[in-house]
């Protein structure tokens, strides 16, 4: 069925409790393990009901944030989902207490269970207005977002179209842009500093009313993060300052080389080449044919994948006004749909999109059978996993996109993949510190960050922006404010991205299979599970970051980046 046939139906919370009690009820009342399956089984399927509904919500709103019927139900649901999400909690606490529990870990896995018990530790009905409170800032971030009128080049632009001017072969047009960008995030920088503010303030105090000293081991918990914490992502953060913070400033300094500048300056960051970067040769339309030739070739698996989202209108790609920036993945449980959300804006990016939120779809897609909801997806890190190594395992098919510019293209994709990282860390060690620190003023938070971003980015120069100069870069990155702790993860998975690309190398079969396993396993298995399951090492170890690292070198350093 194609995505515009599916229907939206307003919820009925005072109907959906009945119904959750009654089956939470028989579930309890339940004389043996299949009277206790079959009322799961029944759970599942209501929980799937609301999960779409609540996507279909989510969806249209970020295609049109000025639709009104929408944005009132978009409301509603920032409302609801947390008296909703009470419901399956409530669920979770009859479950783990089942008297027939070891029957049931022997059907579903014992990771439920632990998933669950976890969930129990960091929700009650005490903290639901609380919840509710950080689900309105949070829209009210992406509606701030979205609202952006900038004009430049005689048009009316948002953020997301602004991008190719930010990399534009041009420099006047590079550093104009930059402070067009910039005048926007400072002329509403009270009110990005206010809603920050409200969100630590609201997440110190759901923390503080479960019992945790601040919101740092509370938000891990929130992510499921069940095998490592906050000590060992420091240890994985100073692995990146010994390993590649030092490759980062000589990238930089190639950088600067290439470009024939005295210093490199942020608006500078964007553009690899003084012949431009390397765009794709085509219009959307061209670009999504040449996808569904690419996964065509790549597998039987992405061939039946990718038709199924083409023919059932299951991407929305094109940047347009009102719309919310960025781009992800998400699925719709009752017609077993994973949906593309993306701002294409003829950059690489389109491609990268096309690559990164494919290898999401692609793996809830090959994970759709798992009956229970929590095994659909794996938790964050493992998730980029699947989207960052389709960007690699998709190399061979990059000339259909950037043609006589894909050696180009390689160059950029990979060294950037290296550069995120440190920027990646950036973000994570200043929401730890902020989340510590929740009583400090908002103008300590951004000199805060600058701090921060000089141990990690030295070779940073905001240049004639002077707007970013105070500090305010991070307001421009959704996870801070949407997603706390949600970051991190872009960099461990990236590490795991890498070993693909080296395995991809020297066995590309080997690598695929490894892969689509990988995918099928869906959420059924924690995160250092699943990376053992793909033979992949694990970041936090000590020594891994120091094996993979100088094969991506290896790679930059052969390529004559001077000549292209």
Sequence with gaps: MNFNNYKYKHLDLEKIKGQFSELIDSFERSENVEGQIEAFDKIIKLRNHIETMQTLVSIHHSIDTNDGF?????????????????????????????KFKDKLIEKYGKLLFDLAENTLKVFSNEIIPDAQEENRLSSKYSKLIASAKIDFDGKELNLSQMVPYTQSKDRNVRIEAAKKMAQFFAENQEEFDNIYDSLVKVRTKMAQKMGYKNYVEFGYKQLSRLEYDAKMVEGYRNQVLENIVPLHTELRKRQEKRLGVEKLRFYDEAIKFNSGNADPHGSPEWILNHGKTMY?????????????????????????????????????????????????????????????????????????????????????????????????????????????????????????????????????????????????????????????????LP??????????????????????????????????????????????????????????????????????????????????????????????????????????
């Design 70 to 98: 929408y944005d009132k139900e978009n409301e509603y649901m920032d409302e609801i989902s947390p008296i909703l999400f009470g419901f399956t909690n409530d669920f979770y606490r009859v479950l783990v207490n089942s």
């Design 296 to 456: 065509k070739e790549l597998s039987k698996e992405t061939d039946e994948f990718f038709t199924f989202m083409t023919e059932n209108n299951l991407l929305d790609l094109l940047s347009k006004k009102g719309k919310m920036s960025g781009g992800y993945c998400t699925y719709i449980p009752e017609h077993k749909a994973p949906f593309i959300f993306a701002n294409f804006n003829g950059t690489a990016h389109d491609i990268d999109v096309l690559t990164h939120e494919a290898g999401h779809a692609f793996q809830v897609y090959q994970s759709r059978g798992f009956e229970v909801p929590e095994y659909l997806w794996p938790t964050y890190e493992a998730c980029e996993i699947h989207s960052m190594s389709m960007e690699f395992l998709t190399w061979p098919w990059m000339k259909l996109f950037f043609e006589n510019d894909t050696e180009k293209y390689k160059f950029i994709h990979l060294s950037e993949a290296l550069l995120f990282i440190p920027y990646g860390v950036t973000v994570d060690e200043f929401q730890h510190w902020v989340y510590e620190n929740p009583e400090v003023t908002p103008q300590q938070r951004r000199e805060k960050w600058l701090e921060i971003e000089k141990k990690y």
């Design 459 to 564: 070779t940073r120069d905001y240049g004639e922006v002077d707007e970013l100069k105070n500090g305010i870069f991070w307001f421009r990155q959704g996870h801070i404010f949407s997603s706390p702790f949600y970051y991190i993860d872009y960099t461990l998975a990236q590490v795991c991205a890498f070993q693909f690309w080296i395995k991809s190398r020297e066995d590309r079969e080997k690598a695929w299979q490894d892969y689509l396993n990988l995918c099928k396993l869906g959420g059924s298995k924690s995160f250092f599970e699943l990376m053992k399951s793909a033979n992949l090492k694990n970041p936090f170890e000590e020594g891994t970051l120091a094996t993979v690292i100088p094969k991506i070198k290896e790679y930059l350093d052969s390529v004559d980046d001077m000549n292209l």
